[in-house]
């Protein structure tokens, strides 16, 4: 794991048994604390904004996506601490 970066990320992707659809799961671990949220946007421009709480980790899932575009990680005011 690496605790040098403001946030980390995992990207799975898969399929549901007997059907055509994909999955896709998007999740990490907060080393920075002035983080206050995340979004992910994928490549239909749908966004999910996860508030980042004392647990200090974010975690998504998707049905019939198989990427992100972008992951973003904000502090409290809104300002961009860190992006994949």
């Not at 898969?14 to 995340?38: A, E, H, M, P, Y």
């Not at 198989?66 to 992951?71: A, L, N, Q």
């Amino acid at each position: 794991m690496d605790v040098n970066s403001p946030f980390t990320k995992l990207q799975v992707v898969g399929g549901l048994r007997n059907k055509d659809t994909n999955f896709q799961i998007i999740c990490g671990v907060i080393n920075d604390s002035r983080i206050k949220s995340v979004q992910i946007t994928y490549p239909n421009n749908e966004s999910s904004i996860i508030m980042i709480d004392n647990y200090k980790y974010y975690f998504d899932v998707r049905l019939g996506v198989k990427t992100f575009s972008t992951i973003v990680a904000y502090d409290e005011n809104y300002n961009e601490i860190s992006s994949y």
